[in-house]
């Protein structure tokens, strides 16, 4: 069985009879007052102390407790690295150093590994008796070797531990020793994940079995030292060319010590010749770069050794995730580097970074896909990495200011790696992945906080936007359906949220300090974090397609519910023209929301991130006409003998006509395309994740749904007397209005238009916000009651007018019979 080990020298006594007797006389150097206060022990105190004494004597046990393997590598490290220092300088001091380390090693983990890895413990012994031969010979470079070789072998012995007892059933051991590793260097795109720790956890608690646990823990692992593996080898180039030979030692062992633990993967893929080609590769790299060789030349047949291996094959998910990054990434690069370049020279230093470290963050994507799109094309993806080293090329010459490309070079440069990319990548890697989304949303939020961090809020914000707009243009489109609740509280903490965390662009706009906007980010991704949770979990066809229609149901009901109630009431009489300029409204939205549907990939990417402010602006517009129709409405159409009022109007000035007509149009237009748009936003983004076959399927059931509600609603208007018909149409057009107010409030709140002033009170659902436009802030509140006034007193002033019409129309009848 795997277990911690201590050795533990006990010394054993017989516990037959046990007397405690007091000396007889005090040795040299026994203070007085320790002998008093033997003395005045009580009795009663003897078994406790003849009970730690056993306790002691229990091996493993201790009063310190024992520290964790990874502990215990990490001193022995540490021992060894004090050792190098010390090397030429002290070398019995250096000595020391080894034995302690040594001795750790033995006394902490070599029970262990001689039971689980047998072959990696005689490795890790070799090294220790090679350090101890460099001390002797005081030889720098043999002792770096030495040290990488111990330290690989522990990482090496790790991994073999924790599989071995995943293997067993004994969680707790694999817990114990899985904190002895490494992990990726973190970087924006690159986070130290925790799928190995969750996986044994996982395995501890029954949630997972055995063998999806050690599948975790393989791939994270592998994953972790092949990208160490290629950092050694990077560092070996670069301390080569600048004549460091500790160092270039040390790398090209710790690179022969990382391919170690990816040699069962590698034998697996490619078979035992090809692995014992690799190893004689890696050795002969090993014994040039202690040598002082030309180390180019040898690194050749390592290179290609390694070119398209992969440790831990990426899942298809993992694939079409790393493939979303990349042309995300790859995106934004010339839409930072023209915000920092202008006339020929860097106006924005901060910029040229952004898109320097956007162009590495894409070309580390490639990099984890450059196998399998080697696979599918080797051709063009020799083309796409040397367009990506001139690409990064181009973008470091800007950095240093030696030379600045300019930005329409740029984005000629990307749009032609982008379409040589797209052109290979298999269907499913572009039908876009939530956590790529979700990884360039924190990338834009790092960017954000770096901003505050110089001071540069007009940066901040930008940031802030362009993480907002790719959470429009992705995610949200399944939020909308999977957690409608969720969507309201990203909004609140992206834009003006005053509740008790700060909105982002609220604290931003006020030049907050950067502790809050680190303290609403956290919140933020928090949020973000519980987003992507919901929406990790692959979507199949049939959601994707409810999806759909859903989202073209909700956001077309509201436009027909306006379109039909007014219509209705247009449709006797010279009354029935009015009913033209809205249609022509509406086919004209329908085709501007097809145009934009086929511009989609272009134009909702630069205009995403204003999307909210187009919202506001454009339900605006139609808050104002619907406003002006629906008085018009009540003053020429309710309760008053309209057929003929209109008939002896005819020859009212054209201008008046004109502006009715134009009214109309408008009114159809902006109550269809501000819908239309935000559904292409939305679908767009079902598209990527379903396909466009499947999102098709979904619009033609929403629109089924809509068209059907609107043909229900002209039936039950024809069937109604039209008095009632017109009645039904008033409250429609009122209730409409009110639900235009809330919603446009909210997104007039959430751009930051409009104050917030949340009323603690009335906790909504999020429901009535999102089907009724109902918000529980006084802003909105009181609006929609302004609205409802306004509607009820057009009603009452049309039927006061009318009586006053009347009344008149008696006067001059009674005066006129009179006379």
């Not at 749009?415 to 939530?434: H, I, N, R, Y």
């Not at 006409?625 to 309760?639: A, D, E, K």
């Not at 302004?786 to 005066?815: C, D, M, N, P």
């Amino acid at each position: 069985m795997l277990m911690n080990r201590q050795i533990v020298a006990v010394q054993k006594n017989s516990f037959s009879t046990i007397k405690v007797a007091r000396p007889s006389a005090h040795p040299k150097g026994w203070d007085s007052k320790v002998a008093q206060t033997y003395d005045l022990l009580p009795a009663t105190l003897l078994p406790v102390l003849l009970t730690f004494c056993v306790l002691l004597l229990i091996p493993g046990y201790s009063l310190a407790q024992e520290p964790s393997p990874a502990q215990a590598a990490e001193t022995l490290r540490t021992a060894l690295l004090q050792a190098q220092l010390t090397l030429t300088g002290d070398p019995a001091a250096a000595e020391r150093q080894v034995a302690e380390a040594r001795e750790t090693y033995a006394n902490l983990l070599a029970a262990t590994l001689v039971e689980a890895a047998p072959e990696t413990h005689r490795r890790i012994e070799a090294g220790f008796t090679a350090a101890e031969e460099a001390l002797t010979g005081g030889d720098s470079p043999a002792f770096a070797m030495a040290r990488a070789q111990i330290w690989t072998g522990l990482l090496a012995g790790s991994y073999q531990v924790v599989e071995t007892a995943l293997q067993q059933g004994q969680g707790q051991t694999a817990r114990g020793w899985l904190p002895l590793r490494e992990f990726r260097q973190a970087t924006r795109f690159s986070r130290p994940n925790a799928d190995a720790t969750l996986a044994v956890k996982g395995a501890i608690q029954g949630q997972v079995t055995a063998a999806e646990a050690i599948l975790a823990v393989r791939a994270d692992l592998l994953d972790t030292y092949q990208a160490r593996l290629n950092e050694a080898l990077n560092d070996l180039e670069n301390a080569d060319a600048h004549g460091f030979a500790v160092r270039r030692a040390e790398h090209a062992a710790l690179a022969e010590g990382y391919f170690a633990i990816l040699s069962t993967a590698y034998q697996e893929q490619r078979g035992t010749a090809a692995l014992g080609a690799a190893q004689q590769a890696l050795a002969d790299l090993r014994v040039a770069a202690y040598a002082g060789q030309d180390v180019a030349a040898v690194l050749e047949p390592v290179k290609v050794a390694l070119h398209n291996f992969r440790a831990a094959p990426l899942s298809p998910k993992e694939q079409a995730r790393r493939a979303g990054q990349l042309l995300r990434y790859l995106s934004l690069v010339p839409v930072e580097y023209g915000r920092g370049v202008s006339g020929g020279q860097v106006t924005k230093e901060i910029e040229i970074q952004e898109a320097i470290t956007f162009a590495g963050g894409a070309a580390a994507a490639f990099a984890d896909l450059q196998n399998l799109l080697d696979g599918l094309d080797p051709v063009k993806t020799t083309q796409a990495a040397g367009l990506f080293e001139t690409l990064q090329a181009q973008l470091a010459a800007a950095g240093a200011q030696t030379a600045i490309a300019d930005p329409d070079a740029i984005q000629a440069q990307t749009d032609q790696l982008t379409a040589l990319l797209t052109g290979m990548m298999p269907v499913e890697w572009q039908q876009g992945s939530a956590s790529g989304d979700f990884d360039v949303i924190a990338s834009m939020l790092d960017q954000m906080i770096g901003a505050v961090q110089a001071g540069e809020y007009e940066l901040a914000e930008s940031a802030r936007l362009e993480a907002y707009a790719i959470m429009e243009v992705g995610p949200e489109a399944r939020l909308i359906v999977f957690a409608p609740q969720l969507k309201l509280r990203l909004e609140e903490l992206f834009w003006n949220g005053q509740g008790e965390t700060r909105g982002l662009a609220y604290l931003i706009k006020n030049g907050a300090s950067l502790s809050e906007i680190k303290a609403s980010r956290a919140a933020l991704d928090a949020e973000l974090a519980t987003a992507q949770e919901l929406l990790s979990a692959d979507s199949a066809p049939v959601a994707v397609m409810t999806n759909a229609a859903v989202i073209v149901f909700r956001e077309g009901l509201e436009a027909v519910l306006i379109l039909a109630s007014l219509m209705g009431s247009l449709k006797t009489g010279e009354n029935r023209k009015y009913r033209r300029p809205l249609w022509w409204g509406t086919i004209l939205a329908l085709v501007v929301t097809v145009l934009t549907w086929l511009l989609a990939h272009g134009i909702l990417t630069a205009l995403a991130r204003f999307g909210e402010r187009l919202e506001a602006i454009v339900s605006l517009l139609a808050i104002g006409v619907l406003l002006l129709i629906t008085n018009w409405f009540f003053h020429q159409m309710y309760w008053t003998d309209w057929l003929a009022r209109f008939h002896s109007q005819k020859r009212r000035l054209l201008s008046g006509e004109t502006g009715l007509m134009a009214g109309l149009l408008m009114l159809g237009f902006t109550s269809v395309y501000r819908e239309g748009f935000e559904t292409v936003l939305f679908l767009q983004a079902l598209v990527l994740e379903g396909g466009l076959t499947v999102v098709l399927s979904g619009v033609a059931v929403g629109l089924a749904a809509t068209v059907l509600v609107g043909i229900i609603t002209f039936a039950v208007q024809t069937r109604l007397p039209y008095k009632k018909m017109l009645i039904v149409t008033g409250v429609m057009i009122g209730g409409v209005l009110l639900v235009m107010v809330g919603n446009t409030t909210h997104v007039l709140q959430v751009v930051g238009w409009l104050p917030i002033h949340p009323i603690a009170q009335l906790p909504l659902p999020y429901w009535t916000g999102v089907w009724f436009g109902v918000y529980p802030t006084w802003e909105g509140i009181l609006l929609q009651a302004a609205a409802a006034v306004f509607v009820i007193g057009s009603y009452y002033l049309a039927e006061w007018q009318k009586k006053q019409r009347h009344s008149s129309a008696l006067s001059i009848r009674r005066t006129a019979s009179e006379a």
